[in-house]
């Protein structure tokens, strides 16, 4: 059964793969009218982390972001990275 995690808590997501497309889409949707009540823009991420299960171009840039703000974070938050689970820095070539 296809699951996301999302702040350190696993989410079970429908079987069908045209049940979680509609699912994140409509969060998606209803995330850029986050300026109205009830809903809001956290439904913009969620929408596309659901999204990411099944379309290969969402999950490229949804760990590309990943990647950056894991970057991000060992250079500027170092212990915040390891907490958020980054992990230790890697080496790079260039060091």
Do not use: C, N, Y
Not at 14 to 37: D, E, N, Q, S, Y
Not at 57 to 78: D, I, K, M, T, Y
Request: glycine share 14%.
């Amino acid at each position: 059964m296809p699951k996301i995690s999302l702040l350190g808590r696993s989410f079970h997501l429908p079987r069908h793969p045209a049940l979680r497309m509609a699912l994140g889409g409509g969060m998606v949707a209803g995330g850029l009218l986050g300026f109205l009540p009830v809903l809001g823009f956290w439904m913009v991420p969620v929408g596309l982390a659901i999204l990411a299960v099944d379309l290969p171009p969402v999950r490229r840039g949804q760990r590309r972001a990943a990647v950056a703000l894991g970057g991000f974070l060992h250079r500027r938050f170092p212990a915040q990275a390891r907490r958020f689970g980054f992990g230790p820095r890697r080496q790079t070539r260039s060091e």
